[in-house]
Nanobody, 113 residues
C-alpha cells in the first residue's frame, strides 16, 4: 500500500515563497507519476502540478512561472516550490499518486495580503 504525507505548509505573506514536501512510502516513479493538488474553501480540488515517471512536468495555468515541481534522486520526496504567492493561493495542498489512488492528508497554505 502506497502512503503519502505532505509537509511544509504554513502562513506567509503575499509575495513570499514556500516549499512543500510530499513524502511517499516507496519510489513509484518506476511505473507512474505524482501530482500536487489543492482545494480552497468552497471550491473543487484542482491540479497544481504533476510529474510523470519519465520526469516530464505539467502545470496549471495559475502555477506556470511561479511553482516548480521536482523530486529527489530516490524518488521518495516530491517538492512543490511556490514563489510569488498570492492570497488566492490559500488552500489545502494535497499530494497524490493517482495510479495507486493514494492521497495524503493535506497541508494548509495560507497567504495573507
Amino acid at each position: 500500500q502506497v502512503r503519502v504525507v505532505e509537509s511544509g505548509g504554513g502562513l506567509v505573506q503575499a509575495g513570499e515563497s514556500l516549499r512543500l514536501t510530499c513524502t511517499i512510502s516507496e519510489n513509484v516513479f518506476d511505473s507512474t507519476g505524482v501530482g500536487w493538488f489543492r482545494q480552497a474553501p468552497g471550491k473543487q480540488r484542482e491540479l497544481v502540478a504533476g510529474m510523470t515517471s519519465s520526469g516530464s512536468t505539467n502545470y496549471a495555468d495559475f502555477a506556470k512561472g511561479r511553482f516548480t515541481i521536482s523530486r529527489d534522486d530516490a524518488g521518495i520526496n516530491v517538492y512543490l516550490q511556490m514563489s510569488s504567492l498570492k492570497p488566492e493561493d490559500t488552500a489545502v495542498y494535497y499530494c497524490s499518486v493517482p495510479h495507486y489512488r493514494a492521497w495524503g492528508p493535506g497541508t494548509q497554505v495560507t497567504v495573507s495580503s
